[in-house]
């Protein structure tokens, strides 16, 4: 059972369109982070959220942390492929220490 | 001028040998890592080192021994390599609090 349930696992899609992936969990977090790995590199963070209810914007991607802070999403407007990419959520739990992943949406924007 | 740099890229070695993974950050960052991801591409951390001193151990085989020279490197030494280490190792590093990891480009490690 992993503590951080990423969804879709997979999504192909039309270069214009839009989507959203999905990152959950039972447990609260301090902390989460959103990271995009492309083959052949390590993960590249794309941004940090630590407040309940939370929204940040970086260009076409929009990133939001959930109320209780045990979820968060990432939206891309008008996906372009140069988006496709390994898309991981990472976070802390309230009083722990240690980083948990989840296992990743594979994102393939189709031109 | 690259922020977390590993060595060698691709390892590809027979079963028995031991191996060494170097990595390096020029950050300034107290905290590195070392995680490794599987075929599914799930992260899992190995070791974390705060300022030359262990504070993560996983489950990981005693055949894995981190070192840390100072506070800028850590090097990861495998013995007896097994075909289940078989993985794409990563290095990384942090600065306190809620910030997020650098990663290295990762070391590719296939062992025949």
């Known amino acids: 059972t992993q503590l951080l349930e990423q969804s879709p696992q997979f999504l192909s899609i039309q270069e214009g369109e839009n989507l959203t992936v999905y990152c959950n969990s039972s447990?609260?977090?301090?902390?989460l982070q959103w990271y995009r790995q492309e083959p052949g590199e390590g993960p590249v963070l794309l941004v940090t959220v630590v407040t309940g209810g939370e929204v940040k914007k970086l260009k076409r991607l929009t990133f939001q942390f959930g109320d209780a802070r045990k979820d968060s999403s990432l939206h891309i407007t008008a996906a372009q492929p140069g988006d496709t990419g390994l898309y991981l959520c990472?976070?802390?739990?309230?009083?722990?220490?240690?980083?948990?992943f989840g296992a990743g949406t594979r994102l393939f924007v189709k031109a | 001028d690259t922020a977390v740099s590993q060595t060698p890229k691709y390892l590809v070695t027979q079963m028995g040998n031991d191996k060494s993974i170097k990595c390096e950050q020029n950050?300034?960052?107290?905290?590195m890592y070392w995680y490794k991801q599987d075929s599914k591409k799930f992260l899992k951390i190995m070791f974390s080192y705060n300022n030359k001193e262990l504070i993560i151990n996983e489950t990981v085989p005693n055949r894995f021994s981190p070192k840390s020279p100072d506070k800028a490197h850590l090097n990861l030494h495998i013995n007896s390599l097994e075909l289940g280490d078989s993985a794409v190792y990563f290095c990384?590093?942090?600065?306190?609090?809620?910030?997020?990891?650098?990663f290295g480009s990762g070391t590719r490690l296939t062992v025949v």
């Open positions: 990384a590093s942090r600065p306190g609090g809620a910030h997020g990891y650098t």
């Open positions: 950050l300034g960052h107290d905290t």
């Open positions: 990472a976070g802390v739990r309230t009083g722990g220490f240690k980083t948990i």
């Open positions: 447990s609260v977090f301090s902390s």
